[in-house]
């Protein structure tokens, strides 16, 4: 799995810590500052959104908290922290926020994808995912019964 660069992994956790302090202000030059926002398939219409906006989104795997990485806690969110339970077909920038050594990020779904950080050590990498229509399942392997979520990528 790639490594991202420093500024990339300082701009996630000021992502992931945007609820609990004053917003960050992202580096211009980082890719992930450039994307739009994935919506919330509660206030979203996958309709409504352009090609164009559907191919550049960035999404979150998060594991565990800001406060306590090793949380009992696992989700998909936007760049603003937001859950995401539901977003178009396209292709994706995916940056994995997971900073527990008891914990890991597994993504998988159609298309083939199946998408795993280690749990032993952490990861905030990113990587490029195309989700096609279909249900995609997220869970931390050690803990399936009680971490694990769904998101919905419609046609």
Avoid: K, W
């Amino acid at each position: 799995m790639a490594r991202i660069s420093p500024t990339l992994a300082a701009l996630a956790a000021a992502l992931l810590l945007a609820g609990c302090s004053a917003p960050a202000t992202p580096d211009a030059s980082s890719p992930a500052a450039e994307a739009p926002s994935a919506t919330s398939g509660a206030t979203s219409d996958a309709g409504t959104g352009s090609e164009a906006e559907a191919s550049s989104m960035a999404l979150m795997a998060v594991v565990g908290t800001a406060d306590d990485p090793e949380a009992y806690e696992i989700s998909i969110t936007d760049a603003d922290g937001q859950p995401v339970t539901s977003v178009p077909a396209g292709d994706y920038q995916l940056t994995f926020v997971d900073e527990s050594t008891m914990h890991n990020f597994h993504l998988m779904g159609p298309g083939g994808v199946d998408i795993a950080t280690d749990v032993a050590g952490s990861d905030t990498s990113t990587v490029e995912v195309t989700l096609e229509a279909g249900t995609y399942e997220y869970l931390c392997d050690p803990h399936p019964g009680s971490m694990a979520g769904t998101l919905e990528v419609t046609g």
